[in-house]
């Protein structure tokens, strides 16, 4: 295996770096066909079950995201100090298995333990991805690169829904999770075979918890990085939320049941908008200043408003439909951008440290608090036909708000705190 990645590498070092970052990407979009199939497939899980909304809230987002955002703080810092390519793939594997287990439950109680390991898991692979990542490539390349990766999420999501959802037609459920789950084994022969450990820039850190604190302590003590993560947390609870009740919208307002697996078609797009948005935060770093990377974050934060606030209100179906798409598609488009930014603040050798902490503050935020609340909100606060979609318009204005504020924030101390 040594051989074969070595001569790739040899031929042609920047190919052999863009070959990794496919692959690492097909891994992302695993993660998320995984991640998101409880969403995917609530309604049908809530039926055949007799689950609440809320205890589907809970099992899309705190059931997966505590512990994923625990365990991915400890998994920075393992990245940062031993093998990410390890790391990595045996992550992939476990996951795997834990969503084809999923299609067996029988009870809360089994989903939320496989939820659980799943999050444990999938907890392991982007910080050990971000530190990859910032080796391969130089600094001027970082968000382009990384909004690359990010826009997985996306086609992952759109997978998750179009493949997810027309095997829980065709069939049930149970065989919808059980077949997302089987590819994740293939991906982590190929990545045994393919990715190589990259040299890291500074070398390893040392292994002890003084020193994870004191990386914390780095991190944390710079005020753009407390509004950037403050901004983007926002912004992942209305992505995280519309995606765990689009269902609901689609099926309980408007009884278009069929339309939530083609709702898959506009994640694609969501993945190509994250690309763009990366390319043109580097291009408008070097014209107006790197801090100006902050702007696609607002974009991002109020663009997809009067998308969704006409869409959710709408009378016709297909009105809701496509306007609610392309409010997603805008409302989204930060990820690869916000993946970027932190690694500008901190030193080589706590690349890891820094995606984790950013995915830390998202997971627990925008996993964690949005769906549980938005679904309460549905059960107790905004009954009636249009329900879901007045607690999910409530949701995003406040979010889109704050978020603005807090990137603004960001751009005032940015550069007293960069470091590259």
């Given amino acids: 295996m040594k051989f074969i990645y070595d001569k790739l590498e040899a031929r042609n070092p ?3 770096a863009w070959l990794v970052l496919g692959l690492l ?8 066909v995984d991640r998101q199939i409880v969403a995917v497939l609530g309604t049908a899980i809530r039926d055949d079950l007799g689950f609440s909304n809320t205890q589907i809230g809970i099992l899309y987002g705190p059931a997966f995201s505590l512990i994923y955002a625990v365990c991915g703080i400890f998994m920075g810092w393992f990245a940062d100090q031993f093998s990410r390519k390890r790391i990595i793939l045996f992550g992939l594997l476990i996951w795997s298995l834990m969503t084809v287990a999923s299609g067996f439950a029988s009870s809360f109680v089994f989903l939320i333990t496989a939820r659980f390991f799943v999050g444990v898991s999938q907890s392991a692979l982007s910080p050990a991805v971000y530190s990859m990542l910032a080796d391969y490539f130089p600094p001027e390349k970082r968000a382009r690169v990384f909004s690359f990766y990010a826009s997985g999420i996306f086609v992952g ?6 493949i997810g959802g027309s095997v829980a037609e065709a069939y049930d459920w149970r065989q919808a999770m059980k077949t997302v789950g089987w590819p994740g084994i293939l991906l982590f022969l190929i990545g045994f075979i393919l990715i190589r450990e990259p040299n890291r820039v500074s070398g390893k850190g040392m292994r002890s918890a003084a020193r994870f604190f004191e990386v914390l302590k780095f991190i944390l003590n710079k005020k753009t990085v407390r509004w950037y993560l403050f901004g983007f947390s926002l912004l992942s609870l209305s992505g995280y939320t519309i995606l765990a009740f689009i269902g609901n919208v689609l099926n309980d307002t408007f009884e278009a049941p069929s339309l939530i697996s083609q709702y898959g078609w ?3 797009a969501t993945g190509v908008g994250v690309n763009v948005s990366g390319w043109l935060a580097d291009r408008i770093a070097v014209k107006y200043g790197a801090e100006k990377r902050f702007v696609m974050g607002i974009i991002a934060a109020l663009g997809g408003l009067p998308f969704y606030y006409f869409g959710l209100m709408a ?3 297909m009105v809701a439909f496509i306007l609610i798409g392309i409010g997603n598609v805008i409302a989204s488009s930060y990820n690869g951008v916000a993946a970027a ?3 500008y603040f901190v030193k080589s050798n706590m ?3 820094a995606g984790a902490v950013y995915l830390f503050v998202i997971s627990i935020v925008g996993f964690g608090i949005g769906p549980p609340v938005t679904g309460w909100l549905i059960d107790t606060v905004f009954t009636g036909l249009y329900g879901p979609s007045k607690a999910l318009l409530l949701v995003f ?4 708000v704050l978020a603005t504020f807090s990137f603004w924030k960001a751009m005032r101390f940015y550069d007293e705190d960069a470091v590259e």
Avoid: A, D, N, W
């Fill in 315 to 317: 009378e016709s179906v």
């Fill in 14 to 16: 920047q190919f052999y």
């Fill in 341 to 343: 930014l932190i690694q």
């Fill in 266 to 268: 506009f994640m694609f």
């Fill in 351 to 353: 690349r890891g440290m």
């Fill in 397 to 400: 204005t406040v979010c889109g």
């Fill in 25 to 32: 990407f097909l891994i992302y979009i695993s993660s998320f």
């Fill in 157 to 162: 999501v759109g997978l998750s829904f179009l």
